[in-house]
């Protein structure tokens, strides 16, 4: 069954901790990007990658920090640098970076909710 | 910079009446807009999207959209909602196909509740 994978789905943390969030994909998408959903804020784009051992700050980078070693997995920490972390988070993939009509579509996953005690 | 408007935060229909969910952007270029949709406890998936062509855009379960360039404008609607249209919709825009790295700028969403 293809699609994006997040774990956990929930996913409590203490404060001054680090966290780390699993992004799996088995779409055979170069693309992957991580947001940020807060009530009443939208979707707010942290860090994207259009290929393995490349990525890209978004709007909200402060206080995160990504890896992409393989093209399946773009795993996201949660620093204790990150203020508010309490948030919903979600991957998406698209096949590539989104500059083809015809190939632009960003799957999402899931989506992992992130709670600092 | 640009960004996306999305005039009501929460609309609340009885079924069967018509939907009409306001969408404004800010970017004089070319631009490339989308509907995505969060059922309850499900994924965030695509509703609609334009790129060129008719302005009447049709999506999934009956909703479409109109791209009004002169108003900067991509209103979602449905003629008759049904319960299980309650849900978040959120409009997204790419203002920079080609050119940039082709990321989507969010809306702040609209929550959609449906009375039975």
């Known amino acids: 069954d293809g699609g994006i994978t997040q774990s956990p789905k929930y996913l409590f943390r203490k404060e001054g901790q680090n966290v780390t969030l699993s992004c799996e994909q088995n779409l055979n998408h170069d693309a992957m990007y991580w947001y940020r959903q807060d009530p009443g804020q939208g979707l707010r784009l942290i860090y994207y990658?259009?290929?393995?051992?490349?990525?890209q700050k978004g709007d909200i980078a402060e206080g995160y920090s990504v890896s992409r070693e393989k093209k399946e997995s773009f795993p996201l920490t949660v620093t204790s640098a990150q203020k508010n972390p309490t948030a919903f988070y979600l991957c998406?993939?698209?096949?590539?970076?989104?500059?083809?009509?015809?190939?632009?579509?960003?799957?999402f996953g899931p989506g992992t909710r992130l709670t600092v005690l | 910079a640009q960004s996306v408007s999305q005039h009501n935060h929460h609309v609340i229909l009885s079924e069967a009446a018509s939907l009409e969910l306001g969408c404004n952007y800010s970017?004089?270029?070319?631009?490339?807009l989308f509907w995505y949709v969060q059922y309850p406890g499900q994924h965030l998936q695509l509703l609609l999207k334009?790129?060129?062509?008719?302005?009447l855009v049709k999506g999934i379960k009956g909703f479409e959209a109109e791209f009004i360039k002169s108003k900067f404008s991509f209103n979602l609607r449905k003629p008759s909602v049904q319960w299980s249209d309650t849900a978040e919709y959120f409009c997204a825009v790419n203002a920079d196909y080609g050119g940039s790295q082709g990321n989507l700028i969010f809306g702040k969403g609209t929550k959609l509740s449906v009375k039975p």
């Open positions: 990658s259009q290929i393995v051992n490349d990525f």
């Open positions: 970017y004089g270029g070319t631009v490339n």
């Open positions: 334009y790129f060129s062509g008719d302005p």
């Open positions: 998406a993939s698209s096949i590539e970076l989104v500059r083809d009509p015809s190939t632009d579509t960003q799957y």
